[in-house]
């Protein structure tokens, strides 16, 4: 029996709406993958990351929910099940070496440096997750108005912290949203944003199923593995699917660039800054329609 899959509120038809993403694999050559970057926008990387080493970090991010009574009594490895709690940042959790040894794992420099044909550096702010049952956890959107003020080789890295099937909320990718003629009105407008500077909400929008219609491109689902990694520019539009099982969906998001570029001063040192212009944000829609979009 297939489970159904929201995108958002939208129950969706899978052949109509969704389409399988593309996998590339590390060992693959270095001309190939950058092509494929260029192209597609991202990368899915299967088994990037040795998989007990991601297992090892869930493990530890189990021990540090549970230290915060945020696991229920039925809550286990594989089907952790309890409420969300703030991990986004938290040096307790995101620095500790369990953690680490797997966003600042050698094999992703590695693969970094091969693609920027140099050393790589990555923000220390780490963006780690739980999403609970019923939540998609966010909505659609471009990375670039969260942390454009750096390197323009910029790349967002999702990291499953885990074995995550699509009913569990994976990642999902709005297809060629980078360089189709569709979206370039929303990538000039919406895309060239900066959420601090301009105080406009980050989301571009929730209902995913009008995004796709206005692109006329269909998102990029898939089922991951612990190891397994999505790697993708500024300016795809992404987000995610609702988490339809009962348990949480454990993933971190984390940034790599050339070590040579300038960096977003927001999310480096030991204490970043992260966002300062929350309060006062103009909502999305109205945004929206002073870009015609």
Not at 56 to 67: I, P
Request: overall charge neutral; glycine content about 8%; proline content about 6%.
């Amino acid at each position: 029996m297939t489970t159904d899959l929201y995108l958002g509120n939208d129950l969706v038809d899978p052949k109509k709406h969704l389409t399988e993403i593309r996998s590339s694999y590390p060992d693959e050559p270095t001309d190939t993958l950058r092509q494929r970057l260029k192209e597609d926008g991202y990368l899915c990387v299967r088994q990037a990351i040795p998989r007990e080493t991601v297992l090892n970090t869930r493990r530890q991010m189990l021990k540090f929910m549970s230290s915060k009574d945020a696991l229920t009594p039925d809550s286990t490895f594989e089907n952790p099940k309890g409420k969300a709690i703030g991990m986004m940042g938290k040096a307790e959790i995101t620095h500790h070496p369990d953690f680490l040894a797997t966003v600042e794992n050698p094999t992703l420099f590695s693969l970094f440096k091969k693609l920027f044909d140099e050393p790589a550096r990555t923000f220390d702010y780490k963006w780690a997750r739980a999403v609970p049952p019923g939540v998609a956890g966010t909505g659609a959107h471009m990375d670039y108005v969260y942390m454009g003020r750096g390197s323009e080789s910029l790349h967002t890295t999702w990291v499953p912290m885990g074995d995550i099937p699509r009913e569990n909320g994976p990642m999902v990718l709005l297809d060629k949203s980078h360089a189709i003629k569709t979206m370039e009105r929303i990538r000039k407008t919406y895309g060239q944003m900066d959420v601090d500077r301009d105080r406009v909400e980050g989301w571009f929008g929730k209902d995913y199923l009008e995004i796709s219609q206005i692109s006329g491109s269909k998102w990029l689902v898939g089922d991951y593995q612990a190891g397994d990694i999505i790697l993708m520019g500024m300016h795809l539009m992404h987000g995610s699917l609702r988490n339809t099982t009962d348990y949480l969906r454990l993933t971190c998001d984390i940034r790599f660039q050339p070590a040579s570029d300038p960096i977003d001063e927001r999310w480096v040192g030991t204490e970043p800054v992260g966002h300062y212009g929350k309060g006062k944000d103009k909502p999305i829609a109205v945004a929206r329609k002073e870009w015609g979009v």
